[in-house]
């Protein structure tokens, strides 16, 4: 896809934006538009293509404008080609673009070779959701590698929170290049929740049945589930996916879902389904054909948001949700054994129970049979930001090129 570069009329700066995988995706959307409403500069928006099938419909949702794709992924790849193909097709569009600054986020090999590229050819990079470290190499791997090189060399690091703040300049980082900014996953999500909230009823019918990832065997399901997630019945949603969790944790974890899924059988157990095999494999395996779970393809974001708002709790390893659920008053317990986002689980909306089926089941027990602890975690807080990150990171940026 190839699109003329979005133009604002008497913007003199060129930014891009380059974004690899579903959660860049959604934690730079609000950035790219704080730049886009702006007078002063103009995004120009990179995909990867790393995580292609996962992107393509929160550009959609977002009405992102993409303005090149670098289609870098290829069957079985591993970490260092597909870092090496971003890397050089990334240095051939700084030059050929020359944009005053490269804007990249989170740790994934795109913002590894986001920032590499950029340092190589001098362009100097703004890193959002800075600082975030569990102070372990090897977990989660390679994340934490990446992160910790991306921050070696780039000029705005925007942190999340104060501890990412604290973790930078630990690691000798000028407090004068850092921002305490919020996560823009926060701005995202109150974007997509009012968008929803003004649309028509029709429009809101759950829209995960013409999906084109969809098993054969869970089409049949479809009908049925979106009157019943509609209801009042209570939901647990599920999301398990992350490279530490793969083989025998994902199975311990799918073990505690059927478990639970017994025990629990007023409540449904809702799982969109990452399309990795690794991941799908097993969960297909485990958890598929019975009566009170749900297995669906990944979920667009507005649904996500919704499905969300609707669950009772939520069992997830990914860094996104333990970030959105607080804001939204739902617990998460954490398939983790470490998290780079303490804020949450010392607050208290957040817990983290690792991967073993025994405490995952009695942990859930635990939070469904005594309101008490329930409220407790529901009500702990929400300490990600207000909504207004993307517009800090804009301000910081104008003020620079000004
Ligand atoms: N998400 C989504 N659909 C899904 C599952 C998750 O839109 O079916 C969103 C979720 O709200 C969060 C992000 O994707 O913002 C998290 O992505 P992931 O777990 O893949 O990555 P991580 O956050 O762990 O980096």
New binding site residues.
């Given amino acids: 896809m190839m699109i003329a570069p979005h133009a604002n009329k008497d913007a003199t700066v060129s930014i891009m934006i380059v974004i690899g995988?579903?959660?860049e995706a959604?934690k730079l959307a609000p950035v790219v538009q704080s730049i886009k409403s702006s007078s002063w500069a103009n995004p120009c928006v990179v995909l990867t293509g790393q995580h292609s099938d996962l992107i393509d419909p929160l550009i959609e949702s977002f009405g992102l404008e993409v303005h090149h794709h670098l289609h870098v992924m290829q069957p079985r790849q591993s970490l260092a080609s597909v870092t090496a193909r971003i890397l050089e097709k990334l240095d051939h569009l700084l030059i050929e673009l020359n944009p005053q600054a490269v804007i990249g986020q989170?740790d994934t090999a795109s913002v590894l070779a986001g920032s590499m590229a950029s340092f190589f050819r001098k362009i100097p990079f703004a890193h959002v959701e800075a600082g975030l470290r569990t102070g372990d190499l090897s977990a989660p791997f390679p994340e934490e590698l990446n992160r910790v090189l991306t921050s070696k060399m780039t000029t705005w690091h925007f942190a999340p929170t104060e501890m990412a703040k604290t973790n930078l300049i630990a690691e000798s980082v000028p407090p004068s290049k850092i921002w305490v900014t919020g996560n823009t996953?926060i701005d995202?999500l109150k974007l997509c929740l009012s968008r929803v909230g003004t649309q028509s009823a029709s429009a809101q019918r759950l829209p995960w049945a013409d999906h084109k990832d969809r098993d054969v065997t869970l089409a049949a399901q479809d009908q049925a589930w979106q009157e019943r997630l509609l209801s009042e019945r209570p939901l647990v949603l599920i999301?398990a996916?992350?490279r530490e969790n793969f083989g025998e944790p994902l199975r311990a974890i799918c073990q505690a879902v059927v478990q639970l899924a017994d025990r629990y059988k007023e409540h449904d157990f809702v799982y969109?389904v990452?399309p990795n095999p690794q991941v799908r494999e097993v969960v297909m395996t485990m958890l598929n054909g019975r009566a009170n779970i749900y297995l669906m393809p990944?979920?667009?974001?507005p649904l996500?948001?919704r499905l969300?708002e609707k669950s009772r709790l939520i069992l997830s390893?990914?860094?996104?949700?333990q970030e959105?659920a607080p804001a939204l008053g739902k617990p998460v317990l954490v398939l983790r054994d470490e998290t780079e986002r303490p804020e949450a689980v010392t607050l208290g909306c957040n817990r983290l129970v690792g991967t073993n089926t025994q405490r995952i089941v009695d942990e859930v027990t635990r939070l469904l049979s005594d309101p008490k602890q329930y409220e407790a975690m529901a009500n702990a807080g929400s300490p990600y930001g207000d909504g207004q990150a993307a517009q800090r990171i804009e301000a910081v940026l104008r003020e620079h090129f000004r």
């Fill in positions: 995988t579903r959660p959604i989170g996953v995202a999301t996916h992350r969109p990452h990944p979920a667009d974001y996500f948001c969300m390893d990914s860094g996104g949700v959105e």
